[in-house]
């Protein structure tokens, strides 16, 4: 099985920068796909980013394109999600996702992590 936990958001200003990480356990780590999703109070689940197996083949919300930047560090068995530019907008609970499918839609995802708290302050 995966188990995932998130790290790294907070409080910042509109402007600043923030990375997240996703530490994973498990046997099958570098055989899954990972994405991260966002979530704002009263919203449903919203697709961020998302990373192949290999790391070669990564996909991004228009949202946050040229801005977000998702990678993989198989011997660590860590995903990142590196936020530049950081908005208002961006305020979500972010959740790291891994599943052997390559998808953008969160409902083929079967591993989840707790999630954690980004804001931005106007």
């Known amino acids: 099985q995966v188990h995932l936990v998130e790290s790294g958001g907070g409080l910042v200003q509109a402007g600043d920068s923030l990375r997240l990480s996703c530490a994973a356990s498990?046997?099958?780590?570098?055989?899954?796909?990972m994405a991260w999703f966002r979530q704002a109070p009263g919203k449903g689940r919203e697709f961020v980013a998302a990373?192949?197996?290999?790391?070669?083949?990564?996909r991004y919300a228009d949202s946050v394109k040229g801005r977000f930047t998702i990678s993989r560090d198989n011997a660590k068995n860590t995903v990142y999600l590196q936020m530049n530019t950081l908005k208002p907008e961006d305020t979500a609970v972010y959740y790291c996702?891994?599943?052997?499918?390559?998808?953008?839609?969160?409902?083929?995802?079967?591993?989840w992590g707790q999630g954690t708290q980004v804001t931005v302050s106007s």
């Open positions: 996702a891994a599943n052997a499918l390559f998808s953008t839609t969160d409902y083929v995802y079967n591993y």
């Open positions: 498990g046997r099958s780590f570098s055989t899954y796909a």
């Open positions: 990373i192949s197996w290999s790391g070669d083949t990564t």
